[in-house]
Nanobody
């Protein structure tokens, strides 16, 4: 059973940076497609970025150029480096994973992911 544990959230001012971590236990992170999602109050959960088992990354329009998803195989951990943060980035951020094959155009959909962490809160003030 894969377990995901996020950390690294917090409160920062606009323009600041945070690095979120997702520690994977019970399996090897590189065997999975790993994604970061976020959900603001009253809004649906949306993808921020994902990295597949080959290390290929994908970003959404809002995260491209500001967020970087990466993996540390030695620590079995996935990271989301977030720079130039804006108040609209305020949300609960979730780490998620699935293995097996899913069409590339569906790898950003929450429904494709089997395993989820509990989330870590990010708050950006103006």
């Amino acid at each position: 059973q894969v377990q995901l544990a996020e950390s690294g959230g917090g409160s920062v001012q606009s323009g600041g940076s945070l690095r979120l971590s997702c520690a994977v236990s019970g399996s090897t992170a590189t065997d999975y497609c790993m994604g970061w999602f976020r959900q603001a109050p009253g809004k649906v959960r949306v993808p921020a970025a994902h990295i597949d088992s080959r290390g290929r990354t994908h970003y959404m329009d809002f995260s491209e150029g500001r967020f970087t998803i990466s993996q540390d195989t030695a620590k079995n951990t996935i990271y989301l480096q977030m720079d130039s943060l804006k108040p609209e980035d305020t949300a609960m951020y979730y780490c998620a994973a699935f293995n097996g094959w899913v069409p590339e155009h569906r790898r950003g959909e929450a429904s494709s992911y089997t395993y989820w962490g509990q989330g870590t809160q990010v708050t950006v003030s103006s």
